[in-house]
Every structure is written in C-alpha cells, then in structure tokens.
C-alpha cells in the first residue's frame, strides 16, 4: 500500500469541496484526494479491474423487468460511473431480462480498453420479480451466444452461473461453459450463491476465478466462501454491498452504524463500502444505483480510509445478531 489517506485526509479534502460528500463536490473530493489504498485486483490472474465496481441490475424497470423508467439518465448514471474510475461492471442476461446488457452496449459501447463486463447466465424471468433456474447445457450454450450478441462483444471477460440448477449436476452445466471457454467466447468463468464445497465442486469442470455472494457489514453469512477467496486468490463480488433495497438497506434510518457515520461526517453507505473495501484485497464490491447523486455517493467511499480503531468499532457496530 502506498500514499496512505487518513480519516482526517478524507474529511479535509470534504471540507475543502465545500458541497459536502452528498453533494455535487463529491467529483472534485475524488480529484483532491490521493490513493487511499492498492485499490485494484486481478481479476483471474490478468483483468486489472479497479476493486469498486458497478452493478448495473437497478438500471432497469420495477422488479428487476423492463427498460428503466428514464432510459437516458440510465446510460448518463453509466457512463459517468466510468468517469469516476468504474472498470468493471456487472451484469446478467436476467436482468431486464436482456435490456440490461442492451443497455449497456448503448450505452457504452464503443468500449473503453480496459472496461471489464462481467455478465450472467442460469436464471431465467417468467415475471417481474421471479426467478427460475435453469441449467440444461443447451441452455446456457444459447446464454453465452445471446450476450455475446446484445453486449457487442467477441469474449465475455467474466461469465458467471447465476444460480445452480439443483435439477442438473452442475458438472454438466459446466460442461457447456468450459466448452464455451475452450471455443474464445469466455474468457473466466465465476459463480454466485454458492457453498465452499460447491465451488469445489465447480472447479472440477472448469477454472473459477470469482464467487459472487450477498455480503455486507450486518449480512455476512459467505464468510467462509470470503475466506476461501482469500486463499485461493479469487475475486469475492459482494451482491447487496450496502444491504439491497427494501427493510434491509443501509441507507435506511435508525441504522446502528448511522451514530459512528455522523461522527466521521460521512454517510452510512460509504461507512459500509469503506469497511468492505478494508475487509479483504480480493473484495470487488459492486454497488448499483439509478441515482447520479447516489452513484457519486458511492464512488467516494473508495477514498475513505479508516484507522484501526475505526474500523474495529463498525465492525462490531454492524456485526449481525448471533455472530460472534
């Protein structure tokens, strides 16, 4: 680590945005502060992705289905997310479903070098808010195709199996994909919602070089797949990094971390991202937002460095009940 930023080197260059962090001055705090950390990972041994990412999943309608309401401010939210310093984002075939990644192709594309796209496949939408596995090779051999199709793209950096099918051994749904890699339409495989025994499992068929899993600081039920990342020197991508929408985000009031954020004079969402940030170096946190406002929030918890102490202290403010 190099170019260190303390808490205090955060809050003066906050001061000296005059804005606030909730405000517009959050683009020129990302300018005035230097590298907090070693902020970027490798991404199966050779994607250098920058360790905050974006997931795309909220740019679409109500229920995860359609086109979102404001298309354009969809596609400003994501090419002002790569002006931040965005290079690696998420996505699925689920998403929309489809108008996701079409969006991003419309959004973004022609793309930048060096933009990862991580994609989806496995999870299928009868209805706004459903989802129903499936994982026939035939299948998930179309899935590959189609988002290589409505992405605009040659190879897919990241094609992760969305959910496993538990209909289907999932050595044969990895067939289809390693086949898929073996042919250049996949560059690295990952997995999402899975067990350490599952990933083992997986590995059998194919490479994996990620798991994706719901993890936050008050949800942290993947420590053990967490802590086999770190071993194995996997990307671990925390699905619901500020807790999700609904009862359970972190933006919500009468959190228990809302205390220790207004002490440090920043918001609760960057408290959380800082924290996940610190937690591990193979951490790739992706949170998502419709929001320009929210997406500048997000970004600047990235240069939020917190001492030992304080992060001692939101570690045990936000550890969830029964966890010891």
């Not at 405000?23 to 300018?31: D, F, I, P, R, V």
């Amino acid at each position: 680590m190099h170019n260190d930023v303390t808490r205090r080197t955060f809050l003066a260059a906050l001061s000296a945005s005059a804005a606030g962090v909730l405000t517009e001055g959050l683009s020129k705090l990302l300018a005035a502060v230097p590298e907090a950390r070693d902020s970027t990972f490798q991404l199966g041994g050779d994607l250098l992705v920058n360790r905050l990412g974006f997931g795309a999943m909220r740019l679409t309608g109500e229920g995860i289905w359609g086109w979102p309401p404001d298309r354009e401010n969809a596609k400003k939210v994501l090419r002002r997310a790569l002006e931040l310093g965005v290079n690696f984002i998420d996505t699925a075939d689920a998403y929309g479903p489809e108008t996701n990644e079409l969006l991003i192709a419309e959004g973004l594309y022609p793309y930048p070098k060096g933009l990862v796209i991580a994609t989806k496949g496995g999870n299928t939408r009868p209805g706004p808010g459903q989802w129903v596995q499936d994982g026939r090779p035939e299948y998930l051999a179309q899935t590959v195709d189609k988002s290589l199709k409505r992405l605009k793209l040659e190879r897919i950096d990241l094609w992760q199996l969305h959910r496993i099918d538990r209909k289907v051994p999932v050595e044969e749904s990895l067939g289809a994909i390693k086949k898929a890699q073996d042919a250049g339409k996949i560059r690295h495989v990952g997995l999402s919602e899975v067990t350490v025994a599952e990933i083992e499992q997986a590995k059998k068929a194919v490479p994996i070089v990620s798991i994706q899993n719901r993890y936050n600081i008050t949800d942290r039920d993947s420590e053990n797949a967490l802590n086999y990342c770190e071993k194995e020197k996997m990307g671990f991508i925390p699905w619901a990094p500020i807790g999700g929408s609904g009862s359970r985000s972190l933006s919500k009031s009468s959190n228990a971390l809302e205390a220790e954020a207004k002490r440090l004079n920043v918001s609760v969402v960057q408290l959380a991202l800082a924290w996940l940030l610190q937690k591990s170096p193979v951490m790739l946190p992706i949170p998502g937002t419709s929001s320009l406002a929210h997406l500048e929030e997000n970004m600047a918890a990235e240069k939020l460095q917190l001492t030992a102490d304080e992060w001692k202290k939101i570690e045990s403010l936000g550890r969830p009940h029964g966890i010891l």
